[in-house]
């Protein structure tokens, strides 16, 4: 292997500790403390996960934290009734709807109930327009946790080339915003591409945000290239024992580090930025909603 490891847990350690400090000022100071709500609707299992390690670190942060859990067939009126009641509560910063929702509820409405000032996954459409028009917004965290690793490694991003693969709305589309904001000239890539790693080679920077194990191999990665591996995928480990599983990201890990010169693991890299952005989107939210000035 040559590939540096970009190590997004101790990364996202060094950026948790950042936010707690800033809450602890905001305590003192101003005696306000920030207040992020999660909202599960239903039962998904890794949902469950991600809703409680995000309640958590809330928490540790030293940041109010509450969680709402609704039914699976919780009527949309009552997603939405909570929402409203979120939104006017001064006591909430930050409103995340854990995604995704069960079919019967439609996302978009639900997102865009959400008032974009506690955003803090910054999917409401008006914070979409904002990023996309390089204005002030509230940025999704898994994108902004990738970018602030990719600038932490390189410094500028000016003029690299980079692919995301995956063109989500919550990952792959703000990646490109990001990234092209930062300067470098990006491709978007997805399931209709042709001869993807072809597109992939010629990239000086890959984000893989696919959601399918191991399909990054490492004769598609130019060599010394910075790989950023966002999927989590769940696959069986019959080598652990009878019924066991392992996370895998959508890069095969060992042939892509053999050729990059950086990338993330999983786990242990963009999962935890994620979450550590949240906290630091829900502090910037704070900050907003009170006039003060905002950690950079
Ligand atoms: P989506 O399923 O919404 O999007 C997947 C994208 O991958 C789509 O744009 C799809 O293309 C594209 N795609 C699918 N198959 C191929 C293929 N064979 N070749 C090229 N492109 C393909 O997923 P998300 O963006 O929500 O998530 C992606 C991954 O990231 C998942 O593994 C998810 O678990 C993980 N994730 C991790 C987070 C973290 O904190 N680390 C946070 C969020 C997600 P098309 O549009 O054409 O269908």
Redesign the pocket.
């Known amino acids: 292997m040559s590939a540096t490891i970009i190590d997004g847990k101790a990364f996202a350690a060094t950026v948790r500790e950042k936010v707690a400090g800033h809450v602890a000022r905001l305590k003192e100071e101003h005696g306000i403390t920030p207040g992020l709500a999660v909202v599960l609707v239903g039962e998904d299992p890794a949902s469950q996960v991600y809703v409680r390690s995000k309640n958590k670190a809330t928490k540790e942060a030293g940041m109010l934290g509450v969680e709402y859990r609704l039914d699976a067939d919780a009527p949309q009126d009552e997603l939405l009734r909570l929402i409203e009641d979120l939104n006017t509560n001064p006591e909430i910063h930050g409103i995340l709807v854990q995604l995704p929702l069960p079919g019967h509820l439609n996302e978009d409405l639900v997102i865009n109930a959400i008032d974009p000032a506690k955003d803090v996954d910054g999917f409401h459409i008006s914070n979409v327009g904002l990023l996309g028009t390089g204005q002030k917004s509230m940025v999704p965290c898994?994108p902004l946790?990738c970018l602030m690793m990719l600038r932490d490694h390189h410094g500028s991003l000016s003029g690299m080339n980079a692919v995301v693969?995956?063109?989500?709305n919550?990952?792959?589309k703000p990646m490109a915003q990001l990234l092209l904001g930062d300067s470098c000239t990006v491709t978007i890539?997805?399931?209709?591409?042709k001869d993807?790693p072809e597109v992939v080679r010629r990239a000086d920077i890959v984000v893989a945000?696919?959601?399918?194990p191991e399909?990054v191999t490492g004769d598609w990665i130019k060599p010394g290239a910075t790989v950023i591996d966002?999927?989590?995928?769940r696959i069986d480990a019959p080598e652990k024992g009878e019924g066991k599983t392992r996370l895998v990201g959508?890069c095969d890990f060992d042939s892509c580090a053999a050729v990059a010169g950086a990338i993330t693991p999983v786990p242990g890299g963009?999962?935890p930025m994620?979450i550590a952005c949240l906290l630091a989107n829900t502090v910037t939210a704070c900050c907003r909603a009170n006039g003060l000035a905002e950690p950079e």
């Open positions: 898994t946790g693969i995956g063109r989500s919550i990952v792959g890539a997805h399931s209709r591409t993807l945000a696919v959601g399918r399909m966002v999927g989590i995928n959508d963009v999962g994620t």
